[in-house]
């Protein structure tokens, strides 16, 4: 029984049981309901058919009739199971009676008016507010069911599988078409759902609010509060589906629900609020979509109490231990009070009080939503307020209280009668404006900006978002301007958070504060701009002073006329000018003066010092502000100044969000001409060669943005220009930026952001002016990307750069820069692919190659030779070494001899040294003796003449020359020789050997390149002659039927002798050119290069040549040419190389460091410098280092040995204001730049030894040391080779040893640890290191343990060359040394343990760090008597137990997450902190034994099983986890050997490769206990191989036998030893 009141409680109450007398109050009584559900489709349907006609009839008023009531009650209550068809008629039904209502009801209100009789007034609405009740509970309830409702519910009508279709033809035609009927016929059917959803909203709203229905209700109060709950209810019915949240009309039309009875006056809310709160909080822990509905909905309510009363029950309800465990609620609740912030600001503002004590809420997202909120009320300052909002005068501090600057009539903030805390005076306002009072602004900042040190990486990220849209707000200055230099200098901190998008956030609010400063047009550094703002500070400083004077004159001036107005007071007898208020004259008072001119002098002297009162306040209050300004702006720039280191180190970043932002930043600064991104723009030039793609790119944008972008080619041409100018002349740039801008060019050609085909003719233009060089270096960057314009232009740079041209250069530096230029634009063109086809381009490339050897000679016989000459002879000789395989044209025979024209080049200049008319045989002997000719006598600018018989006849033999000898100049004057052209010469010998070498392996490769094309084409015809023979026997065959055989068929086997034949030759071809270029060059009987070398020896071993800066550096580096060249050469003078490198004094005995004294008096008695100034030559060595590199990859094994001493460069001091300490560091920076260079291109295999060394660099006080060095670390880490982590163990272990000689660096070995361990990452890398560092260890604590006392004071063992060249990292778990001293074991277990502790540990990493400390018992001796272990180990405990920083967000919505369990663990559920219960019981296991070891509790414990089975026996198999216990049931040894391994338990299991730590087994299906149940298993990865049986065998032995010692304990070594190769294999795989 159903009964509806209709007075009062609107209630629906059911009673179950027999029948019940009907209610006499004149309730609707629902009995005998109709079993709707026994009916079929056609008697519904008449059913509903006689029901409308009565509704039709009644327009409505049926509905409150019994068996009307029943009936669509009945049909409700079976909704679910009614036809579609019904429940679509039964909605309209409801809905067209609902609308004839409300217009039943607007008519009654026009006619109640005229009738006089009360009684038939008051039934008819008594019946209007009846049939209403019912129409808004039926509509009420139809909603629930609709809005619920889902179309898989009542599925698609009318439609069935189909199971007529067979397997014909036509089947799959027809499935698919049925598909597609059902698809349309879904959607069809649900836009009809969503158009009733929309209808009954929208009548349930229009039953409240449309035309007369509230003026029904208003007679009614306590039926108003019935009808008004059931319709907000059904717009809080969407709350529940977040698709229909999504939804706008359906959305539009709840809103309208919630806000119609709310808005409505004249009737009590209370109870509507405390349900619409109660509703609201409900929803935000509901769908996922309603944060931002709710926030709509109290948009919609804003001048009721409602959002006030929201965000104070929110306060309320919030606490860390409910959030903790409702992840979704925590999102919801951060989009509603940004939302809200928002939409409303000026609520959000009069109830901050209630809102910023979440910020102590241990909640981030809360946090992060509060940030955005308070970045939201700053920004919508000046905002319109929505409509009806009321402009008020309540301001509200940060702090809570009203603001004083609140309750002035100015307006300055706004607020809402009834929703603030405190409640002012207010103001309806038409077109009301949200306003912020200063302190409030000062306070929300305040309180922003200290979000910056908050714990949670999110809302520092969001602080520094935040702030970023405060400064980018155009609209209205939501971040002051005395604010910016604070943020700025928050800014600039947070570039060095430990959080990737902490720094990302950082770097663009630097860069958006450097774009919209407000400290004036032009920004630059500290250089004029300081002094530019120290003057006008001063001069502002004067004029306030002035102000100040002129003020007290004032007061002097009004103080003596008040004096003299009380004298004349005392002898003038008119009282009535002594009244309180009047203006006190200046002057006496004249007596034929007049009232009226006395007043209005009076007036205007008043006036006057008004206005002048005035005028000094309003330039005081101008002087201030710019005194304000330009200190803020000094500071700014100051700030910028100091931010340019931090940008660098975040160049260097091995992030890269963190070195493409610093990146934009650096060009927002260069842009601004900030001097203090000079430095920084250059790095990011280097950038260019990242292999990072996005680094790269950014690095390119930059440039284009800082010379190209915005700008015409002239226009960007010259800005290139520019930018080479000043980096060449100014001397910033090195090899590296030209490279880098020639890439960067390239780059931006090739992206299009730069045409080349403008480009290229406005550089040529700019060869004819001062710039010519720079264009000759801009044209050879364009020419990489487009090669066919430079051709095109060739024609036009031969005519400029030409014998005749006019841009050849004045001086003859000039010439020697525009040729050396020139060979490398003429280098880049002969490269282009087309220019092999142009034989006209070859004539130009010639005649310019020509013209640069033509300049090079006649530089040369001048005597007095510019430093360029050896840059352009380099260029000019690889030119002509390049052209000549390719060469094209006539003159191509000329061009493919480069070899003899630069020998006889050579023998020219030799001969003009040793005044001789033609090179004698042998050469080697004459050199020799100039050489000790020039050792003897000091080098002048004239040596010995000639006649006049002998120059003619030199000249003569030399027009007799040939290829090439029209090249050099007849005119030579070899009269006259300085140290200039021998070091000419030395340089001409060393790189022609090398260019040679370089030139034979090209013409072998081209050799090889023709051959193997000639049998190609002879393998091409073979096959055409047999198929033409095939043909041809085909043929014969067909016309001579049986004939015989015919003709005899090629050899099959001819082809591929001929092919191994080609194979032997190319193997004799490659010996031959091997041959000549070991023997041939420098060997030969009649090389012009083998005479050369006494010379170039001559010039480091000989104290008068040496002496000779250029002599010894052209020697040098012609040695080491000579040596690339030939092996045989290397062997013999590598250590003539190594003494120059390493003199004595230096660290290691030199050869060259024992001459005689007489030798050194020698030198000394003809002015020269002492022998040592080679050793002193900083450069001399730089450029040595450099070639000990080359020669490193060209002869591995003859330099293999030498090794060590270029380690031992890395060490030595570092820094220091002495010439020594900088060029230490410069020694260092080179010899590390050469091992990083062949370490990273795969040159050189990194070992131990170096990575020890380069580690404790990376805290090298040297920037460009400490740079270099964390490159090389990161370059590494990214291989998946595992280098660091193969090397490890080791490189920590070694740490210590080479503390000493590291030098300066900041912090000491823990230090270096925890650097390097930032690189060990993967799970299965820890794991390993757990096994390799805790065996390590175990051994140096044992060490620690025994080594003698007298061993502290034993010096450092040095470095050996077998050490050095040993493969020490094969074998990671290597005893130490039993020798070092015990402060450096102490060293070595400090380090140990931190890299132990530095890790990150998974439950699996804990499981197996349990594994070794409490069932192995790998650490007691280590935890026992070492602190450092013991505080490392519970360092892991402590921050095992702490929760993870993204567990909470990988939960479900009730709190619980699911883990996998860990390999080998029993029942691993997830505990507290986002441990499993196995990782946290064996947390609590190590702990107790730490705690046990340190009071000298017994170790030999009971172990028990971790996991929440039973514990059964602990055998091989059970899966489980063994924890000590106090109870002992087994006495087990507890030493451990001096290897470092512990004593075997029955416990311990093989390492697994693919499963380390804990085999997972099914206990019950396999034997346990012993060590019998290994063999219950299958095995993984055993049994298989060579060694299987033995170790089979070893494992089977005794357990007795491990505790043996001497000659019986060595095969537990040997089994150990094998376990942990096989560790390092696995690892390694």
């Known amino acids: 029984f159903v009964a509806l009141s209709i007075n009062a409680g609107f209630l629906i109450a059911f009673q179950a049981g027999g029948a019940a007398a009907q209610p006499s109050d004149g309730r609707l009584w629902a009995s005998d309901l109709p079993p709707v559900d026994d009916w079929t489709s056609g008697e519904a349907n008449a059913a509903l058919d006689v029901l409308i006609g009565r509704l039709l009839s009644t327009h409505g008023y049926d509905l409150a009739e019994d068996e009307t009531f029943s009936l669509i009650f009945a049909l409700l209550q079976a909704w679910t199971r009614l036809d579609g068809v019904v429940h679509t008629r039964v909605v309209d039904l409801l809905l067209d009676s609902a609308r004839r209502l409300v217009t039943t009801v607007g008519k009654l209100k026009k006619t109640t008016s005229k009738q006089k009789d009360q009684t038939s007034q008051q039934n008819a609405l008594r019946d209007a507010r009846t049939v209403s009740k019912v129409a808004v509970f039926f509509l009420r309830w139809i909603a629930e069911r609709i809005l619920k409702q889902t179309l898989s519910d009542d599925g698609v009508h009318g439609r069935g599988r189909g199971r007529g279709r067979g397997r014909g033809r036509g089947a799959a035609a027809a499935a698919g078409e049925e598909q597609d009927a059902a698809a349309e016929e879904l959607r069809e059917a649900q836009k009809a759902l969503d158009r009733q959803r929309v209808s009954v909203l929208d009548e349930l709203a229009n039953l409240l609010g449309k035309e007369g229905m509230p003026w029904l209700w208003s007679g009614d109060p306590g039926a108003w509060q019935q009808i008004a709950q059931r319709v907000s209810d059904g717009g809080f019915l969407i709350l529940d589906s977040g698709e229909l949240l999504k939804q706008r009309e359906i959305r539009q039309l709840a809103l309208r629900c919630i806000s119609e009875p709310l808005l409505q006056d004249g009737h009590q809310h209370s109870a509507l609020l405390v349900a619409g709160v109660s509703r609201l909080m409900h929803g935000l822990r509901g769908a996922e979509n309603s944060a931002n509905f709710i926030a709509e909905a109290l948009v919609q309510v804003h001048s009721t109490p409602l959002p006030r009363l929201m965000l104070v029950e929110l306060t309320q309800s919030v606490s860390s231990s409910e959030l903790s465990s409702q992840h979704a609620f925590q999102r919801a609740l951060g989009t509603f009070l940004v939302a809200i912030a928002e939409k409303l600001p000026h609520v959000v503002l009069a109830n901050i009080s209630v809102v910023l004590p979440l910020l102590d809420v241990d909640c981030y997202p809360l946090r992060n939503a509060i940030v955005e909120s308070i970045g939201a009320l700053l920004s919508r300052e000046g905002c319109k307020l929505p409509s009806g909002a009321r402009g008020g005068v309540v301001a509200a501090s940060a702090s809570g209280d009203a603001a004083s600057e ?136 004067k004029r306030m002073h002035k102000l100040q004077q002129e003020e007290a004159q004032e007061a002097v001036r009004q103080a003596e006329e008040v004096l003299e107005r009380n004298e004349q007071n005392n002898d003038t007898e008119e009282n009535g000018l002594m009244a309180a208020g009047t203006k006190r004259l200046k002057k006496k008072t004249v007596t034929d003066q007049t009232i009226t001119k006395e007043v209005e002098s009076c007036l205007a002297e008043e006036e006057e010092q008004k206005d002048a009162a005035e005028e000094r306040k309003r330039q005081w209050k101008a002087l201030k502000r710019m005194q304000d300004c330009y200190t803020q702006r000094l500071r700014f720039v100051e700030l910028l100044d100091n931010a340019e280191a931090r940008l660098r180190t975040l160049l260097t970043s091995k992030t890269v969000s963190d070195v493409t932002e610093a990146i934009g930043v650096v060009v927002e ?556 560091s410069e020694m260092r920076l080179t010899a590390l730049l050469v091992l990083t260079h062949l370490v990273l291109n795969d040159m050189m295999k990194p070992r131990a030894v170096l990575l020890v060394r380069v580690l404790w660099l990376t805290a090298c006080s040297h920037d460009a040391t400490a740079r270099v060095a964390r490159t090389l670390f990161q370059e590494l880490s990214k291989r998946s080779t595992n280098v660091v982590y193969n090397l490890l163990p080791e490189i920590i272990a070694r740490l210590p040893e080479h503390q000493s000689s590291a030098g300066i660096v900041e912090g000491g070995a823990e230090e270096r640890v925890q650097y390097i361990m930032q690189f060990v990452e993967k799970e299965k890398h820890v794991e390993g290191l757990i096994e390799k560092l805790t065996i390590r260890l175990e051994q140096t604590a044992n060490l620690a343990g025994t080594a003698p006392a007298t061993q502290a004071s034993r010096p450092p063992i040095p470095i050996k060359d077998s050490e050095v060249s040993g493969s020490t990292q094969n074998d990671p778990a290597t005893v130490p040394d039993e020798s070092a001293p015990i402060t450096r074991v102490q060293e070595t277990i400090s380090c140990l343990s931190h890299a132990i502790g530095a890790m990150n540990y998974t439950d699996r990493c804990i499981l197996r760090l349990h594994d070794a400390v409490v069932v192995r018992k790998a650490l007691h001796t280590a935890i026992s008597y070492h602190a450092v272990a013991r505080e490392c180990l519970l360092a892991i405990v402590e921050k095992g137990r702490r929760p993870k920083p993204g567990f909470l967000q990988k939960g479900t919505q009730d709190g619980s997450a699911t883990m996998e369990a860990p390999d080998g663990v029993a029942n691993a559920d997830v505990g507290g902190g986002g441990k499993g ?108 191989g060579r060694g299987s049986l033995a170790e089979e065998k070893e494992n089977s032995k005794p357990k007795d036998q491990s505790h043996l010692s001497g000659e019986a304990a060595k095969p537990g070594k040997a089994a150990s030893k094998k376990r942990r190769t096989r560790q390092t294999d696995d690892d390694s795989e």
């Open 406 to 541: 609140g309750q002035a009539a100015d307006g300055s903030a706004a607020a809402v009668e009834g929703q603030g805390v405190g409640h002012g005076r207010i103001e309806p306002a038409a077109d009301a404006r949200f306003m912020l009072a200063s302190s409030t602004k000062a306070d929300l900042l305040e309180t922003l900006l200290a979000r910056s040190l908050d714990k949670s990486v999110w809302v520092r990220y969001n602080t520094m978002k935040t702030l970023t849209s405060l400064a980018s707000n155009t609209r209205v200055a939501a971040l002051p301007r005395d604010q910016w230099t604070r943020v700025l200098e928050i800014a600039t901190r947070r570039m060095q958070d430990s959080a990737s998008t902490t720094r990302r956030a950082a770097v663009q609010l630097v860069r958006t504060l450097i774009e919209l400063h407000p400290f004036g047009p032009a920004l630059q550094g500290s250089g004029d701009e300081r002094t530019k703002a120290d003057h006008l500070l001063r001069e502002v400083a």
């Open 669 to 1224: 600064l260069r842009l601004r001409n900030v001097p203090a991104a000079t430095r920084a723009f250059d790095q990011v030039l280097g950038l260019v060669w990242s292999r990072t793609a996005q680094i790269k790119d950014a690095a390119v944008e930059a440039f284009s943005r800082m010379h190209v972008e915005g700008r015409t080619p002239s226009e960007a041409m010259k800005a290139l220009l520019e930018m080479y100018e000043h980096g060449c002349r100014g001397g910033s740039w090195t090899h590296t930026h030209l490279a880098s801008v020639q890439e960067l060019i390239r780059e931006v050609a090739e992206k299009g952001t730069l045409d080349p085909q403008e480009a290229i003719p406005e550089l040529v233009a700019a060869l004819q002016g001062p710039l010519c060089p720079m264009a000759l270096r801009a044209l050879t960057a364009l020419g990489a990307a487009s090669g066919a314009k430079l051709l095109t232009v060739l024609p036009h740079i031969a005519n400029l750069m030409g014998p005749d041209g006019t841009a050849r250069g004045a001086s003859a530096a000039d010439r020697l820069e525009r040729c050396m230029l020139l060979c490398h634009l003429l280098q880049r063109v002969q490269a282009y692919p087309q220019a092999a086809a142009c034989e006209e381009a070859w004539v130009h490339i010639w005649t310019l190659c020509q013209h640069s050897i033509h300049t090079l000679v006649s530089i040369f016989a001048t005597g007095s030779v510019p430093p360029q000459w050896f840059g352009a002879a380099q260029a000019t000789i690889d030119l002509s070494f390049e052209i000549a395989i390719s060469a094209k044209g006539p003159e191509a025979a000329e061009m493919r001899y480069p070899d003899r024209l630069w020998e006889q080049i050579l023998s020219r200049m030799l001969c003009g040294l040793l005044q001789q008319s033609r090179p004698l045989a042998p050469l080697a002997d004459a050199t020799a003796a100039v050489a000790a000719e020039l050792a003897t006598e000091p080098l002048s600018p004239g040596v010995k003449t000639e006649d006049e018989a002998e120059q003619k006849q030199q000249q003569q033999q030399q027009q007799q020359q040939p290829v090439g000898a029209e090249l050099v100049p007849v005119d030579i004057d070899t009269h006259r020789v300085s140290a200039q052209q021998v070091g000419c010469t030395v340089f001409i010998g060393g790189h022609l050997a090398l260019q040679m070498l370089v030139y034979l392996e090209g013409l072998q490769s081209a050799l090889k390149r023709k051959r193997n094309a000639d049998e190609d084409a002879r393998v091409a015809q073979r096959r055409e002659q047999r198929d033409k023979a095939k043909q041809a026997k085909k043929g014969a065959r067909a016309s001579k039927k049986g004939s015989g055989r015919g003709a005899e068929e090629p050899d099959e086997d001819e082809g591929e002798g001929a092919s191994m034949g080609m194979a032997g030759q190319e193997e004799r071809d490659a010996d031959a050119f091997a041959e000549l270029a070991e023997n041939g060059l420098l060997y030969g009987p009649h090389s012009l290069l083998n005479s050369i070398k006494p010379l170039i020896l001559a010039c480091l071993t000989q104290p008068a040549l040496r002496s000779d800066p250029l002599l010894r550096r052209v020697g040098a580096l012609g040695l080491c040419k000579f040596m690339t060249v030939s092996k045989r050469f290397c062997e013999e003078e590598l250590a003539t190389l190594f003494s120059v490198l390493f003199p004595d004094g230096k660290g290691h005995p030199s050869a060259l460091a024992t001459e005689s004294q007489e030798a050194s008096e020698t030198a000394q008695a003809a002015g020269v410098n002492a022998p040592t100034a080679m050793f002193d030559d900083l450069t001399l060595r730089q450029s040595l280092l450099v070639a000990v590199g080359d020669l490193l990859f060209r002869h591995p094994n003859v330099v293999e040995p030498w090794t060590g001493h270029l380690y031992a460069t890395l060490a030595g001091p570092t820094g220091g204001e002495d010439t020594e300490g900088a060029e230490a």
């Open 1477 to 1584: 219960s196995a990782a946290s019981a064996a947390l609590d296991a190590i702990e107790q034994t730490i705690s046990a070891l340190v009071q000298g509790a017994r170790e030999e414990e009971d172990l028990q099983p971790i996991g929440d089975g039973e514990a059964g026996e602990a055998g091989e198999g059970s899966g489980v986890v063994l924890l000590p216990t106090t109870a002992t049931t087994q006495s087990l040894p507890s030493k451990i050997s001096k290897a470092g391994r512990g004593i075997k338990r029955k416990t311990e299991k093989e390492a697994d490769p693919d499963n380390p730590g804990f085999d997972e087994e099914d206990a019950g299906s396999k034997p346990r206990g012993g060590r019998g149940s290994r063999g219950g298993g299958r095995g993984k990865g055993r049994g298989r």
